[in-house]
């Protein structure tokens, strides 16, 4: 089946049920997308589908075919996961950094779909675990983003 990721097509020779997260690291080498939980619940296996945030740890891989799907490897080549990046460095949101690529991606798409969003949006969005504890600093980053999104 062919997988366009990061705006490359890629044949991959999978089981349409084979886990998307599989198919990134161990098929094609994109290992920015961590394993955490395997239950969709932590965040860490994040990606961007359509611009959408996808737990990829329980997204078969048939489900995607067709779909733009984006992994932290590209994320800046989008301006608002440039400015999130950025910002995410400029802050120095991470400790161990295990998760934050998941929540790059979160952010991103938040900001994606809500140019200015509010304390309670950020609060829904921003629900990967992390187990530095670094939230404060997660929303913070976030909040930046949106206070300049909205100036």
């Known amino acids: 089946m062919e997988l366009r990721i990061n705006q490359k097509a890629y044949q991959v ?3 349409a049920d084979t886990p998307l997260l599989w198919v990134i690291r161990d098929d094609l080498g994109l290992t920015g997308t961590k394993y955490g939980c395997g ?4 965040g860490a296996c994040s990606v961007l589908v359509d611009g959408n945030v996808v737990r990829s740890c329980v997204t078969p891989v048939a489900g995607v075919v067709g779909r733009e ?3 932290i490897e590209a994320i800046e ?5 440039k400015r999130v990046v950025a910002t995410w460095v400029e802050q120095q949101v991470a400790q161990c950094g ?3 690529s998941g929540q790059v991606m979160a952010a991103t798409a938040l900001l994606k779909h809500t140019r200015a969003p509010s304390k309670a949006q950020i609060d829904a969005a921003m629900v990967n675990l992390c187990r530095c504890g670094t939230y404060n600093a997660i929303h913070a980053a ?9 100036a």
């Open 77 to 81: 080549e989008d301006e608002v996961g």
């Open 39 to 42: 239950l969709a619940q932590c």
């Open 98 to 100: 295990y998760c934050q």
């Open 142 to 150: 976030v909040d930046a983003l949106a206070k300049q999104e909205g």
């Open 13 to 15: 020779d999978a089981d």
């Open 69 to 71: 799907i984006t992994t």
